[in-house]
């Protein structure tokens, strides 16, 4: 691989870590908790999807934030 296909992986991973922490934030995430729910939604993924084909458009987003939020409500506000 490529040191500029390399670069670019990595940023693309940067700005999706923070796409994450954005939409946790819009789905009513405390701020000081943004950290602590990434981890419970990247855990939780697996709980909701275990039968699943590891595929994942926005519904599945939707679904996997629901999920934090009914099971780790003491993050959000």
Known sequence: MSKELENEIED?????ADMLEATLHFA???????E???????DGL???FED?????????II??????KSNKSELFE
């Open 63 to 68: 679904e996997a934030v629901e999920h934090l």
């Open 28 to 34: 009513g995430v405390k701020e000081g908790n943004l």
């Open 46 to 48: 697996d709980d909701v």
């Open 52 to 60: 699943d084909d590891g595929e994942m458009g926005y519904k599945e």
């Open 36 to 42: 602590e729910a990434v981890k419970a939604y990247i």
């Open 12 to 16: 693309l991973t940067i700005h999706l």
